[in-house]
């Protein structure tokens, strides 16, 4: 349920799911195009994973899990992004970059 703490160790190491496809992917954004909606706290829905990559340039991404996630991701990187976990992301300069959002097969 929404609100309460979720034993799940790979989410808490956002690794993801190896059975897991894209679903849908967002058009690639840079420092200027992404959304407002990027630019504050936020999650994935609860039935999906979410991957951030960088193409070029340097984002923070941080997520409330336990350790807490702190890391500076540059280009070619990826990030998991687990369900429900509330995280930011950060441009550092100018980025492009997008996200995948994936579901079970």
Known sequence: ML?????CGPCDRAELPT???VV??????????MPAGLRKSHRVAGDRWGRLA???GHMRFTARTEP????VLGPGAT?????????EVEPIGP?????????PE
């Not at 992917?25 to 420092?31: G, I, K, L």
């Not at 807490?68 to 890391?71: A, Q, V």
């Not at 980025?95 to 579901?103: E, K, N, Q, R, S």
Request: proline share 9%; net charge negative.
């Open 3 to 7: 609100g309460e703490a979720l034993d």
């Open 19 to 21: 059975s897991w496809h």
């Open 24 to 33: 849908r992917s967002t058009p690639e954004f840079n420092e200027h195009s």
């Open 54 to 56: 960088v193409h070029a």
């Open 68 to 71: 807490p996630i702190d890391i």
């Open 79 to 87: 990030q998991a992004i687990p369900p429900q976990v509330e995280h």
């Open 95 to 103: 980025v492009t970059f997008h996200l995948d959002f994936l579901a």
